[in-house]
């Protein structure tokens, strides 16, 4: 699955088109290295962007642990990923 659509099916960005830009920023990385949107992820990959609040703090970074084929419900979209630092 690329980056930007489980950004998206996540619930991690709003919209698809926000993830895009994220990512052509530079801010997105996957396993310590710089992502564009199209980068195909993988379970046990560790994904970091900026905090979607805008804060200085650390960049939140989340263990991707399914993959879905389509899209979830708004409860289930917590499920596909694991926050690693608070």
């Known amino acids: 699955m690329r980056l930007d659509k489980f950004l998206q099916i996540s619930r991690l ?4 088109s926000i993830a895009n830009t994220l990512c052509s920023r ?5 396993n310590g290295h710089v992502a564009k949107a199209g980068k195909t992820l993988a379970v046990g990959d560790v994904v970091r962007m900026p ?26 979209a917590t499920t596909l990923y694991r926050q690693l630092n608070p």
């Not at 530079?26 to 996957?30: D, H, K, P, T």
């Not at 805008?54 to 708004?74: D, K, W």
């Open 51 to 76: 905090h979607p609040d805008g804060e200085e703090a650390a960049e939140p970074e989340y263990e991707i642990l399914e993959l879905p084929s389509g899209n979830v419900s708004r409860a289930r």
């Open 26 to 30: 530079g801010s997105v990385s996957v």
């Open 13 to 16: 960005v709003k919209r698809r």
